[in-house]
Structure formats: C-alpha cells, structure tokens
C-alpha cells in the first residue's frame, strides 16, 4: 500500500518483483515501489531541485517502469540501475527543457547550501561500485569533481563550465578523457 | 578495446547527463533506431548506475503512488518531454527546493572508505521570495506556506483526476453543438438556473460552423454560474457571467486543469461584464481542451499572486461531447 515502509530487499528480490509486474502483479509493483521509492525521489530531486517537478518525473519514471518491467535484463543491469537509469533519464530530460532559458542561475546557487555528509557504510558497497570509485579515484582530482557533479546533479557541459570557470570546448575535453580512461579502468 | 571512442563517449555522456536538450533528442533517436549504440548506452547506464548508493534517499509524498495507479489504470501516454507540452502560460513554481552543493569529494581509491560522504539533498522546500541571498537562512513560515501551496498543487491535481467521474455530480454541463455564441445563453439560462441536476442539452442551430462547446459551472442554483463557451476553430473561450456576486478586493479565475500538465494553468480573470473574450486557448491543442477540466477560483484582485490557484476552488466542470463534430446536417 501507499503508506507501506521500506523494505530492505535484496537485489534478487527486486529481479523476482520486476518479473511480477511484468506479468501484472500489482501487488508485486507496490512493493517494489516501497522498496525503490526513496531511492529514486532522491535521485530525482537532486537533479530537479523542485518537489513539484520531482513528484511529476516519479510518476513518469515508475509508469515507465511498470509497463517496460518484461523489457529489464538482469543480465545486462542491475534492478537497481535499470530503475535509476529511467527516473535520471527522464528528469534530465524535464531540467534540459526547461532549464534552456535559466541557466545562469544554477551554478551560483548550487554553491550556497551545504550537505549533510552521510558516511556510507562498507557493506552497502557493492564490488561494482568498489571497482567504478577506484576507477574515479585514479582520474585527477577536478575532473573527478566535474564527472560526479553532472552525475549527481545533473548538469550541463555549459553548467559546468561556469562552474569550474574554464571554456565549454575544455569541459568537453576533461569528460571525453575522464570518460574513456573510467571505461578502460573498468574494463567492461 | 573501445571500437568507437566517439559513439562511446556520446553514450556515456548522455548517461552522465551533460548532453544538452537537441543532443537529447539526437541521441533518443539513435538509441531508438541502432541496436548497438543502445548497448553502449546500457551499459553506461549499469557501469555509472552504481552511483545511485551514495545518493541520500529522499522519502517522496504518499500520493505519488495514487497517482500512478492511477495513470496506469487510465492508460494515461508517458509524454515524450523534449518534444511536446505547450509553453507554459505561466510558469508555475510552487516549490523550490534548496540547491544541493556538489558531491563530496571521494578519495581515492587506497584511502577511501568508510569516509566516502554521501551527496544529499534537503528534501524541504525554500520560501518561494525570488532574491535568493547567497546565504539563505531557513524561515519556517515561509516554508510553510509553500508546503501549504505544494500540497494545494497536489490537491489540484487529485481535483483533475478525480473529475471525470465525480463532474457530474456537482455542476451542470451543457453541450451545444452550432450555436453561436451570442443566442447560446438566452435559452439554456432559466434551465441552468433553476435545476439543481446535470443538465444535458443538445442545441442545434442551422450554420455551417464546426461545433462549438459549452459547458456550465454551477455548483447549485443560488450559487454563481458562468458559460464557457469554446470555439475549438478559433481556439477562443467566451465566458458568459451568468450570475457572480462581485466580492470587494476579489476576482473569479479561470482555471485549464489537465493532467498534461504539472499544475493548473490560468486563461486568465472573468471581467466584470457579461461576456468575456479569451485567446488563451491557442496555446493548447484541440485534445488537451476537450480533455481539460475547466475549474474557476476565487482569487485576489488581478489574480493569482503564484500563478497556481490560491483561493477556494468554487467550480469545475468538463467538456462532454454529444454530437460528432463531423455532424454535418441539422435534424428535422
């Protein structure tokens, strides 16, 4: 139900809720909304910055998700990332469209709140993600910074290049680098 | 070995999301039509997915998930954001949430965790003032008003969703097919007024014009009742004051609520006198109008300060469609 808490479910289990939904399990979606809601809210507001826009692009993101739920691979991504690779995708469409017109503003902005620092845990860490933040770490320490700033919050080569006060031309650069050096670090 | 540095890169970039909008819609397109450049785009979206455990969870409102049974159940279209929506009349933004700083730095790899700090972001709206000062200190009033002016959003589009099958039960709807707009009011008036009950009417006027639509707000008979009526050729709406009693320092709004859209859209004040012309329509297209749920509200004087219904939402009422507009002949 809507108000149902959060369960803590393995990625087994989400693969096993997907294949419910896609056959029309209901029930199977409300959990797996349960389980994933958070998540992706926060995901999504990250990059949106405004409930109203974040509330639309959820409903947008999980619609998506119910009705291509027979289209996940668990062989070709995790529960996970197929779900968070919808919602981004979709909230960096909404922030590219209407952010065209007000992209002077953000930069400056991003810089005035601070976060909470929240240390995560070793045990959440899956091997994958040991393996992409070591990858991260051997990338210089600013190209490091501009690669996780547009993941996170989504921004623009030419939010960027505000930001780090260097040409547009330059930040494409640094991510052409950074982005093929990760991929070769990676290996796969 | 990567094949293809450039296309490799292309995905990646559109995965990391610093593509802009027309690089977007070149890069859907080539997803959607070479299979091997989906596969690089999936698996950029598995490899940088892995971000996603840093990301401070957020717990979003209870009624998203109405919402998309909802959605679902209607088989409501995901839209295709970068292509369609029309501009906004007036841009709404009932909530802004706080800027997140940057992503705390990660180490490297030898001396990184447990101390990796995880970008989070204050789930609680700013005030809404524009002059943002650099450092911005947290006023809880203000914050509270726009909780209150989010939650007044959300409950505008429960209104929508809603209204498909509760409009009936609350005003009089009236469908007028080839009426002009001028003679439309005088014989439906005493029936609008004095029935309490759905009204349905067909109306049918020798002309050649396509048809044109009416509907009645009117929640009973002593309460305020205004005509709408459409002219989907022109994309013009006529309101027909039929009886509203002025209320000092107030003004009747009118309100274009549909579900293609994040919040209710204005079309703008209902004039003191009797009829008033609207362009508004142009903007949207004939089936966001036939779809919409037109709403009025009670606002201050010269309207919304938000540009999102403030006051009390006194009516609203739907389009329906009795006679196929291809009707070409009058009956007998």
Redesign the interface.
Known sequence: M??AQ?EVLTPADLVELIAAVAKGD?AAF?RL?AAT???L???V????????????V???A???I??SAGEFDPS???P???M??IA?N?A???V??KG?ASLEE?PQ??????????????H???D??RR???C???LE?ER??L????????????Q?AEKFETPVNT?KTW??RS??Q???C?G? | MIENPDKEVLAAEYVLGTLGLAERVQVQQMIASDSTFAALVRDWERRLGELNVLVTPVEPPPSILEWIKARHASGDPIRDVLVEEPPPAAEPAPTIVPPAAEPATIAPAAAMPPAIESPSIEPAPAPRPQPLPPSVERDTASSAQVIELSRRARRWRGTALAIAALAAAFVGIVVVREVKPELMPDPLKPRVVERQVEVVKTVEVPSPRPAQYVAVLQRDATSPAFLLTFDLDKRTLTVRTVRAERQPGKAYELWLVSDRFRSPRSLGLIGNEEFTQRPQLANYDAVTINGATYAVSLEPEGGSPTGAPTGPVLFTGKLLQVTPPTFAAPSP
């Open positions: 809507a108000g959060s209901e409300d909304y809601r958070a998540k809210y926060g995901v507001l990250r990059i949106l910055r405004r409930t109203d826009l974040a509330d639309e959820m409903q947008d999980y619609l998506r119910w009705r070709r991504a995790t996970i990332t197929w968070v690779a981004r979709r960096l469409d909404v590219r469209k065209e953000e902005a991003a810089e005035t709140a601070s976060d909470e620092p929240t240390p995560l845990a070793r959440e860490m899956t994958q993600l992409l933040l070591a991260l770490g051997d320490e490091r910074r690669v996780l700033l547009a993941y996170y919050s989504g921004w623009s080569r030419e960027l930040v991510l052409r982005l093929l990760i991929r070769e990676l796969s």
